[in-house]
Structures are given as C-alpha cells and as structure tokens.
C-alpha cells in the first residue's frame, strides 16, 4: 500500500542557514570570469542559459505550426514556409534543446559531485565544448535568419543534397559542429567517473544517474562521429556533386537512411536514458525507500545503449528494406523494449508500500513515468511491420515520438531540474506552483499529442499545412492543448527567476536524500567538498522514519 504524507506534515524552516562562500562568488561576477571559466557548475548554467534560448526558438516555430493546422486550409504561411518551420523546429529541439539538456546542464553540474570530485577530468574540455555547441548553434540560427532550411530535420536525400534551395549546408554544418561539443562532453564523463570517483565509490555504489551518464557517453563517442560523417558527405554531394546519396550522380538515397539512422536511434537513447536515470534518483528519494533491483536498473541502461545500436532498421521498413532484414529488426526493437520495461517495473516497485512525498520533483517523475509508458508501448506497434506501414509518415508516428521525447524527456529533464534547484542556487521555489505546473504540463501534453494518435491512424500524413476537413476537430484539440503547455513551460521559468531573489534560502540537503551532492552547501562552494568523501554505505539507504523530513519553500 502507498500512502502519501499530507502537507501539513511537512514542517517550512524557522531560519535560513548562514550563506557560505560558493562558486557564484569565488570565481567572480564579470561576464569574463562566466566565459572562461573551468568550473563545471558554471559550464552547466552555461548550457543551461543557451539551451532556454534554442528552446524559445523551437517553441515559437511550433506554436506557428500549431497555429496555422488549426483550419484545414494552408491559410496562414505557404507549404515552403511551413516546411522551414518544422524543420527549424526539429533541429534545435533535437540537437541544441533535447540532446544536451540532461547531459550538458544538469550532469555537468552533479556528476563531479556525486562522484565526491572537485571537477570533471578535463575542465578546459569542457569549456571548449560549450563553445563548439554554440558555434553550431549560431550557425543554425544563422541559417533560420536568412531564410531558412525546408529539409526536415532528418535531411533526407537527395532533396536535400541536390533540389533543395535554402540554407541546408549551413543548418547542417551547425549540427555538425555541436556534434563535436557532444563527443568532447561524453569523453570527458567516461574518463571522470572512470578515473575520479570518491574513495569508496565502487561501481555498484554509483548513483543511477551517473550509470546512466556514463551509458550515454559511450553512445555520444561511438554514435556521432557517424552523423558527421553523413552531413558532411550530404554537403559534399551539394557543394561539389560528388555522388553518394543522388541517383542521377550514381548515388543511393537509402545509403542515407542507413548511416543517419544508425545514429539517430541511439540519439533518441541520448535524450532519454539521462532522463531515466534522473527519474532514477528521484522515485527512492521521495519514496523513502532504497531502489527496488539496484543491479537491473544499472545493467539495464548499458543494455539500452548497446541494443540501440541494433535497431536502426526498424526506420526503413517501407525503404526497400528486405522483408528478412524487416523481421531482424523488428525482433530487435521488440528486445530493446525489455530494459526500458525492467526500469519501469522496478519504479513500480520501490514506490510500493512507500512513504510518498507528492513533492514537485516527485511529479515530474510520476508523468514521465505515465508519459513515457505510452510512448513506449506505441513503439511496440512500429516495431510491428504491419502496423508499420499503415501508420508510417502519419502523425502516429509524431505522437509516439513526442511521448519519448518530450513526454518523458523534457518532464524528467524539469523534474532533476526542480530536484536539484536549491542545490544549484542556494534557493527554494514556492512548492505549490511547482506543483501546479506539472499538473499544467502533464493535462497540456496530453491533450496536445494523444489526439494525434488518433488522426494519424485514421490516415492524417505529418508535414502537410494543408488537409481533409474531418481532421479538423483532432488538430483543434491539439492547438489547444498545446496553449496549456506553453503555460506549463512558462510558469516554472516565472517562479525559478522569482526564487533567485526571494525565494527562501535552502539548506545543504532540503530532500533528506543520500547522494554525495547533497553533503555539501546549497550552493556548492567552487571545489564542491572542503575535504574529500569517504563512502562507506551502499546508495539509496533512506530511513522509513517519520522524523525524515522534506523542506519546501
């Protein structure tokens, strides 16, 4: 049995602790001290700062999507125009908003504490791979200024090698190049947690989060390389008509295909397998409750990573793929739906007969989980050659992807946010509206995508500004259900900028939780520990005690 601690059981603090020296302070206030810093806690702010800017820009591209497929006539922008839209929308969500913002802001600011480290391996690194992630961002947006790509943001050719006529060269060129920001950011995690773990800190004393960082870093070494290669042959082919991808040069488009989807399956485990490991940390914590099958979750994350390199085929069912290699595939994608089931299941289980905390974080990771299971199931569908067909380039297919990607990586991505805020700032949100918000977020997601489902199996195609009336109500709902999560988008960036100055301040551990990052000051202090940590204990003992207490502002 579950039962939930009522508010009234949660006492507020009488006093703020005294505020310490932290990294805000040590390193220096001036725009100079931000910009060639070292300190990993402020290369995560870095990125944070820079992902909220791409964010805003992909959102704008969407509510102008979701605008104009209110009526079913292509009465607000041209179908070019249309075509740029969701292409600027999917590449800056996908590679500046999606990809790094787990990896890049909140596991460049906790690994090095969970870990009991002072830094990552390599601080300079890490800086130059802030760089190189807004250089490609710059180009990208330089390509959204002048015009524009209308490619998609897979880039398929050879459309976009030969025919089309906007900035595709440039659009990919700024993936291309924040792709080696990537490689540099997954580098350095693997040699941190190989090389700089606190003594005591066996593997199998890692927090899961880091288990997970650690997955996604070999993904981000091995996977994106290829994607390099790929854009930067799709240029070549544009630029100077060498033949690779064009049929009339003697190329193969589905060559393409398979080297770019080779990739971006395990991207898709890039953005979501942190997101799993900070719902990970955050079930046990406000459970009360050490996790339920330590082992499984960890070995299920390098399951994932390794699998979702076996599974690119499953793309390609209707591009002359063979029906042999079709039921490979399929095989595969049904085997690499088992770890990501163990890790549900074993939440399941450690919230059982909890001591429920219904905490902002808490929330957060309770819609992932709800969000993420549906986005997981429908890709069992796909995975089916039959379904497949059917649904393929429908707006099923835009469904099942933003349940994983947004549906459960954006809500874990706040959920770790809200989680670790006090930690990174010293400072406490107001915890109702923390609430309120992801009540707000989860009621718009589903409103906005869930109808989707439904029109894209009744045979609605993705990407068309233009279609049958008996559509109209399904995209009504999702324009409207998409007003309701920009709000839930909105509000937590109100109340975040609101508690850097008023909010109350936060002690060294305001969650009662048992990581490393939490045996330091809210904020940490610029080496985050004043001596190095010894582990003695197994992660995840929390006490079922009633005098744990969680704090809230």
């Not at 957060?364 to 429908?378: D, K, V």
């Not at 994983?404 to 990174?424: C, E, N, Q, S």
């Amino acid at each position: 049995m579950i039962t939930a601690v009522p508010q009234t059981d949660i006492p507020r603090p009488s006093l703020a602790p005294r505020r310490l020296s932290n990294y805000f302070e040590e390193g220096g206030r001036t725009l100079a001290s931000w910009l060639l810093t070292t300190d990993h806690k402020r290369i995560g702010l870095l990125y944070l700062y820079s992902i909220i800017v791409y964010f805003i820009i992909a959102a704008f591209a969407a509510a102008l999507i979701r605008i104009e497929l209110i009526t079913p006539a292509g009465d607000l922008v041209t179908s070019e125009t249309y075509n740029k839209l969701f292409t600027i929308h999917g590449t800056l969500m996908v590679w500046f908003f999606l990809i790094p913002s787990v990896p890049a802001v909140l596991g460049n600011f906790v690994l090095p504490l969970m870990l009991g480290a002072r830094d990552v391996a390599f601080p300079k690194l890490n800086l130059l791979s802030w760089y190189l992630f807004n250089l490609g961002g710059l180009m990208a947006l330089y390509a959204v200024a002048f015009g524009g790509a209308d490619t998609g943001w897979t880039f398929y050719t050879p459309y976009s090698s030969t025919y089309s006529h906007s900035h595709v060269v440039t659009m990919a060129a700024g993936v291309f190049i924040a792709g080696f920001g990537s490689i540099l950011t997954g580098l350095n995690f693997i040699i941190t947690i190989h090389k700089m773990r606190a003594p005591g800190l066996t593997w199998f004393r890692l927090p899961l989060f880091v288990w997970s960082l650690y997955s996604t870093s070999v993904i981000l070494v091995l996977a994106t390389p290829v994607l390099a290669m790929t854009l930067a042959l799709m240029s070549l082919e544009r630029i100077w008509g060498l033949g690779v991808f064009d049929p009339k040069l003697g190329g193969d488009p589905v060559l393409f295909q398979h080297l770019f989807w080779f990739y971006s399956h395990p991207a898709v485990y890039i953005m979501i397998l942190p997101g799993m490991g900070v719902v990970s940390e955050l079930i046990p914590c406000f459970s009360r409750k050490p996790i339920f099958g330590y082992h499984f979750i960890a070995f299920s994350s390098v399951a994932i990573a390794v699998l979702g390199f076996l599974v690119w085929g499953h793309h390609m069912f209707v591009s002359s793929e063979s029906i042999y290699a079709g039921l490979v595939f399929s095989l595969l994608s049904y085997l690499v739906a088992v770890p990501s089931a163990i890790k549900v299941f074993n939440w399941t289980m450690t919230m059982y007969r909890g001591r429920i905390y219904l905490s902002t974080p808490f929330l957060y990771a309770l819609g992932f989980i709800g969000l993420f299971t549906i986005g997981g199931l429908t890709g069992l569908f796909l995975a089916a050659l039959g379904v497949d067909v059917h649904v393929h380039g429908t707006y099923f297919i835009i469904a099942h992807f933003h349940y994983i990607m947004v549906g459960g990586m954006v809500t874990a991505f706040m959920g770790g946010l809200h989680y670790w805020w006090p930690k990174i700032t010293g400072r406490l949100y107001p915890e109702n509206l923390g609430r309120l918000a992801a009540l707000i977020m989860f009621i718009g997601f589903n409103l906005t995508f869930f109808p989707q489902f439904v029109v894209g199996y009744l045979g609605m195609p993705r990407r068309y500004h233009s279609y049958a009336p008996e559509f109209q109500i399904y995209n009504v709902l999702s324009t409207a259900g998409a007003s309701i999560l920009g709000i839930g988008y909105l509000l937590p960036l109100i109340y975040f900028i609101w508690s850097l100055k008023h909010g109350r301040r936060a002690p060294s551990n305001p969650w009662k939780a048992t990581g490393l990052e939490w045996q330091t000051s809210s904020p940490p202090p610029k080496h985050n520990f004043h001596e190095t940590p010894v582990v003695t204990e197994e992660p995840y003992q929390y006490s079922p005690v009633p005098e744990q207490r969680l704090i809230y502002g």
